[in-house]
């Protein structure tokens, strides 16, 4: 008899849709949620030997980023941690098996919020080249790298009360490798739009000392209470200026600074001894 009900059932759909499975079988939906995030966790496993290089949305294309999204609006109350991330798997209406995609916890949210930040402003400066007529001069380097930081800097902003806790958390052994990449991707690009093509030592030089001016910037940042942020733009500032006046100089600034992940490593530690920890 059950059977003669299935079948009837399935003789009742035209073809086999989501919605006859889900009538057929209830509890389909949610195997195939499940699936998903298994699916998923290979996929990012994948994809994270791969360097991505479109800044087209993933949304809806990959279960991870759609979590990673969703939870980034539980970080006010919830800081960037597993329970943000968990709120974000439930605003979803998936399992709580998702959780297993996020090998290294909360900071997952902070890292993708970085990178996403970082695609971000690539895509504006690619817009600005592209809208710059032919017959017109780029801007001054100085102004140009001006402009990069503090848009970059202020494109965070919306997370500022929770930024320290970020830098912080990724001061982690395990996570700092890839913040430093993410940091390191970011300087690269702005050099690389602000028109700098050197493949001497210079490639290295201006990255550094770039570099050290926006962690620098960043933690003056987290500390600035005047209005709109004016100290830390004059200190951005005073920062640039110094390094026009630096010359062939900024080879010593190089060798004391040594990479640019030192560079990170200690702005996260400065973050971290900021909050108590």
Avoid at 69 to 85: F, I, P, Q, R, Y
Wanted: proline share 3%; hydrophobic share 40%; charged share 25%.
């Amino acid at each position: 008899m059950i059977l003669t009900q299935w079948l009837l059932k399935m003789g009742s759909c035209k073809r086999l849709n989501a919605k006859c499975y889900s009538t057929l079988f209830p509890r389909l939906s949610t195997f195939n949620r499940i699936d998903q995030c298994q699916e998923s966790v290979l996929s990012s496993q994948i994809q994270s030997a791969r360097l991505v290089q479109t800044h087209s949305s993933e949304k809806g294309k990959d279960v991870k980023f759609d979590i990673l999204e969703a939870s980034l609006k539980h970080v006010k109350n919830h800081g960037w941690s597993e329970t943000a991330l968990k709120h974000g798997i439930a605003d979803l209406e998936l399992s709580d098996a998702c959780i297993s995609m996020f090998q290294l916890g909360g900071v997952e949210i902070a890292l993708h919020y970085d990178k996403t930040l970082n695609e971000e402003l690539e895509d504006m400066m690619a817009q600005q080249q592209d809208d710059r007529l032919p017959e017109t001069e780029p801007p001054p380097i100085a102004h140009f790298l001006k402009d990069a930081i503090k848009t970059r800097l202020e494109l965070q902003l919306p997370f500022y009360d929770r930024w320290a806790e970020a830098l912080a958390l990724v001061a982690s052994p395990n996570v700092i490798p890839r913040a430093s990449e993410q940091f390191a991707s970011l300087i690269d690009d702005i050099w690389f739009y602000a028109g700098d093509k050197s493949t001497n030592i210079n490639w290295y030089t201006r990255r550094a000392t770039v570099a050290a001016v926006y962690r620098m910037t960043e933690l003056f940042m987290m500390q600035d209470e005047s209005p709109d942020f004016a100290d830390t733009w004059a200190f951005l500032d005073r920062r640039l200026g110094d390094l026009e006046k630096m010359g062939e100089n900024r080879l010593e600034l190089e060798n004391e600074l040594k990479n640019m992940g030192d560079i990170t490593k200690a702005a996260f530690i400065i973050a971290r001894n900021m909050l108590g920890r």
